[in-house]
């Protein structure tokens, strides 16, 4: 099995490395990541200017940097080396809950090889709460990627999948991406030269939502949630059709 593996925090990231480790065990690995952090970049592709391809030191990889997103280096990196069976993204430094999938560049380096035909399933840990300045060891949670793994590799329709680990793993659960509220906030500040500026940033959600992906972290669970490209909503598709048949009209 060829698996590829990206992120959205850079080709330096620790977090890249502990999860091409893990990945060793189920195939040939492939590093393939941005050159520069790509946090929050999502879904986007360069299209206005030509990319590059470089091999990069790694020790006991094969690595390549490419100076654009997430989604550009899982695109460049499945049509280099060719029959990809499977992306992995990750670990990325911070989890990846309810709606910060849209936003995420790590889920859409996983959500990009399923546009691609491929298997992706993305991995990120809550860095920020148990070490925010230092350096993160990875080591515990490895044995608990490599749980996830196995059992989704199991699975051959799951095709995409978001996995975040909590501090200290005790079990995994299923879980649905948590939707019913948005942690995204705006905060004004002011810059060393008195300047007007805003930061995008995140509140804490208070309420949880039982058999959702914040509240599996949120009890020490590994969560896994299987996800689509498919964004139609297929009960206000059916809805709006009985309302109003265009098709007849
Ligand atoms: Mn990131």
Request: aromatic share 8%.
């Amino acid at each position: 099995m060829r698996i590829l593996i990206s992120n959205d925090d850079g080709i330096y990231s620790p977090g890249l490395v502990a999860l091409a480790t893990v990945a060793m065990r189920f195939g040939d690995v492939r590093i393939v990541a941005p050159d520069v952090e790509q946090s929050s970049m999502s879904q986007a592709i360069t299209s206005s200017r030509p990319l590059l391809y470089r091999r990069t030191k790694i020790p006991g990889f094969e690595a390549y940097r490419v100076n654009g997103t997430p989604s550009d280096c899982v695109g460049l990196g499945a049509f280099d080396w060719g029959n990809v069976d499977l992306v992995l993204s990750g670990i990325n430094l911070g989890s990846n809950l309810g709606n910060a999938i849209w936003h995420s560049g790590t889920l859409a380096a996983a959500k990009q090889a399923a546009l691609l035909g491929l298997r992706g399933i993305a991995f990120s840990f809550p860095v920020e709460e148990s070490n925010p300045d230092g350096e993160t060891d990875f080591a515990p949670i490895m044995p608990w990627v490599e749980k996830a793994l196995v059992l989704l590799l199991a699975h051959t329709d799951l095709r995409l999948v978001n996995v975040n680990l909590p501090l200290n793993p005790q079990g995994m659960r299923w879980t649905r991406q948590s939707c019913r509220e948005y942690d995204g906030r705006v905060v004004k500040g002011k810059d060393p030269m008195g300047r007007t500026n805003y930061w995008y940033t995140v509140a804490p959600i208070r309420e949880i939502d039982e058999g959702t992906d914040r509240w599996a972290v949120s009890e020490g669970f590994v969560s896994l949630t299987p996800l689509r490209v498919d964004l139609t909503d297929d009960g206000l598709l059916a809805e709006a059709t009985a309302r109003h048949a265009l098709a007849a009209s």
